[in-house]
């Protein structure tokens, strides 16, 4: 079969997309941002790249009419645009409209259990979503999961923050909010399996582990997964503000996401049972399994996708990677070095590790320091670290920076900054005869810019002389 995946470049949809290659479909990935795609789709005749962008009915003309499954794998869960719900039903309309005027006999959707009464604004959204995909064109097939749990997911992510930071937590008493958490390969498995399946046509489903627990058995669990002593303690005088900055400070999330976060888990998210599992042949994992097994991707740097790298998880990049890959020369500030190199394969590696547990090579105190002041300033400070230690993306999140350009072969990588600025900078690094070139670049923003470029100058003198310097040494 020919299936089309929305979504391709997040957290789903670049997991999914394998295993529908596994198993001898033929994958159409639309992405916003070409530049965002897997590069080894390049190289598959069984993979084909698309732009478009379903807030923009125009780009929807490059869908191939031929297909015959589409996944419907779009959310913004930290959005924190006012006109959220509107935007999310325009995106959803107009996949419809597009998918209706295809050959496609199915559609899939991964959505969220929504059997409470009172749901969270984005479980709300996911549901009034779910009404709008229905058609008489195609069939629908709903998938509503619980919490995911997985390497680079948001939950999981945020718990490790938790429970490898505090041995103590006075916590929300949103802890006690019931919930069953389901591994991301069980739900990987329920959407692959389900493409094309005619007993599931306009039918949905609630997908969820074989646990009831609560948020706070969660962290306790997963602090046994990690031989770690954890006390908790749940207080019922934490407002949803004062929860969502708790989880901000201490935990590598962005504010709005933490706002999205502490809303819906105030929501119990408790599946009703069906024959799904035996449809598909299904048999969901505990949460203790999916944590151990999460570990495990993450000790063998194996991690396919995180919601770190997701473009909205800072919120300041408005555009696609290419309207930053052209750096700005007119009205900019720059700090431009040179050295030479001995060993290219030594310098290159270091420069793909650069930033998460590796570090910036020289004043990193200063580097975390910036990233402190960030933080206080509502930014997303340096927490946010890197999926890979070794490998670069473009539109990967690498600490307070954003992957512009990464090609090894062309020796060159371009980030953006996501810190709280009073302006735009970007960060080079290029080796061209011989010499490694850094360049960093700033584009201020009124008076205030100005001010802040020259107060940090002595600085940056320092921090850039020492990195670039570190970055061609080569070790005896």
Sequence with gaps: ????????????GKRLIPFLLNEGHTVVCVVRDRLRADKSYADDDQVYVIEADFLKPETLENIPKDIDVAYYLIHSMSNSSKDFKSL????????KSSIESTNAKQVIYLSGITNEKKLSKHL????NVEEILASEHYALTVFKAGIIVGSGSSSFEIIRDLVEKLPFMIAPKWLNTKTQPIAVRDVLAFLS???GKTEL??????????EIITYKDMLLQFAEVRDLKRYILTVPVMTPKLSSYWLYFVTSTS??????????????????????????NVRPISYKKAVKLAFEKIEQNSIVSSWKDSMVSSGRLRKNLHKYINVPQFGC?????????????????????IGGKTGWY????????????????GGIGLRRGRTSPTDLDAGDALDFWRVIFADKNKKKLLLYAEMRLPGEAWLEFKIEDNLLKQTATFRPRGLWGRLYWYGVLPFHGLIFSGMINQLVKVES
């Design 362 to 377: 020289y004043g990193n105190f200063l580097w975390r320091f910036r990233g402190y002041i960030d933080k206080i300033f």
């Design 201 to 210: 046509f306009n039918a949905s489903y609630d997908i969820f582990g074989p």
């Design 193 to 195: 399996r389900a493409a």
């Design 1 to 12: 079969m020919t299936i089309l995946v929305t979504g391709a470049t997040g957290y789903i």
């Design 255 to 280: 504010y709005k996401l933490a706002t999205s976060l502490v809303d819906s888990m105030g929501v119990q998210i408790i599946g009703k049972p069906s024959d799904i599992n035996d449809l598909l």
């Design 124 to 127: 709300q959204s996911r549901k």
């Design 333 to 353: 500030f720059q700090d431009y070095k040179e050295r030479k190199i001995t060993n290219e394969e030594t310098t290159l590696n270091k420069i793909w590790s």
């Design 88 to 95: 999310e039903e325009r995106c959803a309309q107009n996949f």
